[in-house]
């Protein structure tokens, strides 16, 4: 039923006309928006799971460049912790690594690295390197004395 303004046959026309054109294009959208819904999880799992290998190539960048001379070559251990081990990634966090990245440890040689307390690395890549250590939990190896190093 075309709504009707006296006088004027062009405007109830055009307006005639804008309203089946936006009638269709509602339709087309509640036909789309399920085909949408059937997409996007698989979408945004494998947008999260790119970003996680992003995070983890970066992160053993970041590990090499910046910690590996104190925790060793994949985080076995050196002059500091051994933190790729089974014991201390069973007992850390994600969040709890990041602050002792952030933050460092008082009393010890590991100093801050977050900007936020005069260090070289920015937030993302102090996630990063949360990130790569997490990653190499399933692989890590017992090493009850992981606190104390090789040297």
């Known amino acids: 039923m075309p709504y009707e303004f006296s006088g004027d046959d062009g405007l109830n026309k055009s307006t005639n006309k804008v309203m089946v054109v936006g009638a269709v294009l509602m339709f087309l959208m509640i036909l789309i928006f399920p085909l949408y819904l059937s997409v996007e999880p698989t979408n945004r799992d494998t947008a999260r799971a790119n970003q996680q290998a992003s995070l983890v190539t970066s992160g053993a960048q970041l590990f090499d460049q910046s910690c590996a001379s104190c925790h060793g070559t994949d985080g076995l251990g050196g002059s500091a912790p051994a933190l790729n081990s089974k014991q201390f990634l069973a007992s850390a966090d994600d969040a709890q690594i990041e602050l002792i990245v952030s933050v460092g440890v008082p009393g010890t040689q590991m100093s801050a690295w977050a900007q936020d307390f005069a260090g070289p690395l920015t937030s993302e890549q102090i996630k990063s390197i949360a990130t790569y ?3 190499l939990e399933p692989n890590s ?5 992981w606190r104390q190093g090789k040297g």
């Open 133 to 135: 250590l997490r990653s």
């Open 141 to 145: 190896p017992d090493n009850p004395n």
